[in-house]
């Protein structure tokens, strides 16, 4: 069944009064180019529609000899609100339709996408996909044979949340906004004229379903809320500035209740003295100290430089030119052979965490998300993987009585861009001991502690690192907490780095922080999670930004 003009005219009708589009006189008179202007969002789950676009595009793939094929068919619906102050700057509802095919011909890959939902169309893509693949000039050096997966036959899933944000107004999702942002602007006007509030709220569902020539198809909903609530002060001479959140303003898997119910005006009074805080802090002095990470900056640390480099496609130099390549290869010489130096680092993966912002029931080549060892007692035992290049490990795998098999770690940015490796929520364990950041302070000499989440970047082989803080940082003399110091950022050779951890906390210092990976041409932003619990580290290179 195609969608026709009359589904088109009925679709655009109930989108305008929604208020999501304008309403379109081309709907009327070329559905086609309507669908190429605007890209609605359309409910995929339990659709005879979709099911039957899958399997037209599926069954064209097999007309012209595909050794296999898989589809994924994607509908979002976004709605974004910033307020600034008590002034709305943005209210965009936005809507997605498309599609992708990937097929293997001669043991190279096609892909192809497209906007337009008939079956027609999804015909002639398969079709495009299967030309693009004889012609790919992988197939004359390098055959791909697909790893063994469980064929999942009918299975449907949707992030758990507990309140639906689309049964509330965007009106709604306004007053709750500038509510909370009066709480500061009332604040400012009682003598404190340079504070400032910003805040973003973006609740998105995605409909995302797949279906493969071996026979699965699958149905997945999900659910994310995003955004900030920061408030802001500016010096004088504008030469410093300081800014803090809530910290009961959660992001992820959640509904409406990640903003309902939320404690604002206690939150927010203890925002606006940590930014005074902030602002008020000294520069570090430059030189080497014990460094105390929080659970979000040991988070966003563990990301940059051990999660990403454990995608296998980095490893074989694949993202070279892109989203850069790994340390952690080759396979024959790394694959229990590797090692950080570091007993106490285990990282794993895991397909389960409640709330967690990238959580799936199947990857985008509808395999379950597995939960495996990666790093064990500092040494490297697996990677993040894909039906295409587990085969590759078959050797380490057979010596170690494990399956051949991707492990669930497949992803996309969209249906219209092709399958990439991609992390599932990566987890490095805590320690087994209740160490407590309080511990690690008392037994530090001298040193900084970097209290909240933190940022990280790292150079394309992700062998040299800086790390810093996005919140209250301190001096630690003589196993006290000191002055609050302005920005101070570390650097550090990545093996080096892991090497020098010397205490880890225990699982009440453990947190999930967000994470992910960038790869890919075009470029795909993959967002997942990661956990981690506190740790220090020993004789870190610090130094700042700060202007004197």
């Known amino acids: 069944m195609t969608w026709t003009r009359r589904d088109f005219v009925r679709s655009g009708s109930a989108l305008a009064a929604a208020g999501l589009i304008g309403f379109d006189g081309r709907i009327l008179t070329d559905a086609y180019e309507a669908a190429r202007a605007y890209r609605p969002f359309r409910p995929l789950l339990q659709d005879p529609d979709v099911r039957a676009l899958a399997m037209t595009a599926l069954q064209a793939a097999r007309d012209v000899g595909t050794s296999y094929a898989d589809v994924r068919i994607t509908s979002g619906i976004g709605r974004v609100t910033s307020v600034s102050g008590r002034r709305i700057g943005l209210r965009r509802i936005s809507g997605s339709l498309n599609f992708g095919v990937r097929v293997l ?3 190279a890959w096609g892909f192809a996408s497209s906007t337009i939902f008939t079956e027609e169309e999804a015909a002639r893509i398969a079709r495009l996909a299967a030309r693009q693949a004889s012609l790919n000039p992988w197939g004359y050096t390098e055959t791909i ?6 064929v999942v036959a009918d299975g449907e899933w949707e992030t758990p949340i507990d309140l639906d944000p689309w049964n509330y107004r965007i009106q709604d999702q306004l007053e709750l906004q500038l509510e909370a942002n009066e709480l500061v602007m009332k604040i400012a006007e009682a003598g404190r004229p340079e504070l400032q509030v910003f805040s973003t709220f973006n609740f998105s569902m995605n409909d995302v379903v797949f279906a493969s020539s071996e026979g699965s198809y699958t149905q997945q909903r999900f659910h994310n809320f995003g955004g900030n609530y ?31 119910g939320i404690p604002w005006a206690d939150d927010v009074e203890q925002a606006v003295e940590e930014a005074y805080m902030m602002l008020g802090a000294r520069e570090p002095d430059v030189g080497r100290y014990d460094v105390v990470l929080g ?8 990301n940059s430089t051990i999660v990403r480099a454990l995608e296998y496609d980095r490893v ?60 064990r ?61 309080e511990d690690m302070i008392a037994a530090t000499e001298d040193g900084i502690y970097f209290r909240d989440a933190g940022f990280a970047s790292v150079d394309p082989p992700m062998l040299n690192m800086q790390g810093g803080g996005g919140g209250l940082m301190y001096e630690i003399r003589d196993g006290k907490l000191g002055d609050l110091l302005s920005r101070p950022q570390y650097l550090a050779n990545t093996l080096d780095f892991w090497r020098s951890m010397d205490m880890i906390g225990g699982p009440d210092t453990f947190g999930y922080h967000g994470g992910g990976t960038q790869k890919g041409d075009p470029l795909q932003l993959i967002g997942r999670t ?19």
């Open 377 to 437: 007692e500092g040494v490297l035992v697996d990677y993040f993987t894909s039906r295409e290049f587990a085969p590759q490990l078959d050797w380490w795998y057979r010596r170690n009585g494990m399956p051949t098999g991707s492990r669930g770690t497949a992803g996309s940015a969209s249906s219209t861009l092709t399958q990439v490796v991609a992390p599932s929520i990566a987890v490095m364990d805590p320690g087994e001991e209740a160490v407590s950041e």
């Open 230 to 260: 920061v408030a802001q002060v500016i010096s004088r001479d504008r030469r410093n500035f300081g800014s803090s959140s809530p910290e009961s303003f959660r992001t992820g898997g959640y509904g409406w209740e990640a903003v309902d």
């Open 105 to 107: 011909v001669g043991g």
């Open 145 to 150: 044979e697909l790893a063994p997966a469980p």
């Open 530 to 548: 990661v956990g981690a619990p506190a740790a220090r580290f020993r004789n870190l290179n610090v130094f700042t930004y700060g202007r004197r």
């Open 295 to 302: 659970s979000g900056a040991v988070s966003s640390i563990l």
């Open 316 to 375: 074989l130099g694949y993202e070279m030119h892109g989203g850069g390549t790994s340390y952690l290869g080759p396979p024959e010489e790394a694959l229990g052979q590797f090692s950080f130096g570091n007993p106490m680092l285990n990282v794993r993966a895991t397909g389960s965490v409640p709330r967690a912002a990238g959580m799936y029931k199947w990857d985008a080549e509808g395999v379950a998300p597995q939960d495996y060892q990666l790093v």
